[in-house]
């Protein structure tokens, strides 16, 4: 199922990076502030595309909106694995570690 209220929180995050505001969005897109707004919120059902349209708009991997990663990016999976980690107890995290550095040794 899709998460429109984790990619529009994508949308806004990505959106003040750069500085953008919500009117400058609509100007892009040809809509009203309000309905930025609710894409930002969750509140509006957005298409394929419109989603390229924003990605467009905001210099974006369209990926990294839906899935909040981006496979070419050197930091891919970052946020995801941090959060992850911020859920574990301490033995969890240990173990964690153990395992990425076993994977690592591995790998030369």
């Given at each position: 199922?899709?998460?429109?209220?984790?990619?529009?929180?994508?949308?806004?995050?990505?959106?003040?990076?750069?500085?953008?505001?919500?009117?400058?969005?609509?100007?892009?897109?040809?809509?009203?502030?309000?309905?930025?707004?609710?894409?930002?919120?969750?509140?509006?059902?957005?298409?394929?595309?419109?989603?390229?349209?924003?990605?467009?708009?905001?210099?974006?991997?369209?990926?990294?909106?839906?899935s909040g990663?981006?496979?070419?990016?050197?930091?891919?999976?970052?946020?995801?694995?941090?959060?992850?980690?911020?859920?574990?107890?301490?033995?969890?995290?240990?173990?964690?570690?153990?395992?990425?550095?076993?994977?690592?040794?591995?790998?030369?």
């Open positions: 199922m899709i998460d429109f209220t984790v990619i529009g929180n994508r949308i806004q995050k990505a959106r003040k990076k750069k500085n953008y505001t919500q009117q400058d969005m609509a100007d892009f897109l040809g809509v009203s502030v309000p309905y930025v707004s609710k894409i930002e919120t969750g509140k509006a059902v957005i298409n394929l595309t419109r989603l390229s349209e924003i990605s467009t708009f905001l210099e974006i991997d369209i990926g990294s909106l839906v990663s981006n496979k070419g990016s050197r930091n891919y999976l970052i946020p995801e694995l941090s959060d992850l980690l911020s859920e574990c107890t301490s033995e969890e995290m240990d173990l964690a570690y153990r395992l990425l550095r076993e994977v690592f040794r591995d790998k030369n």
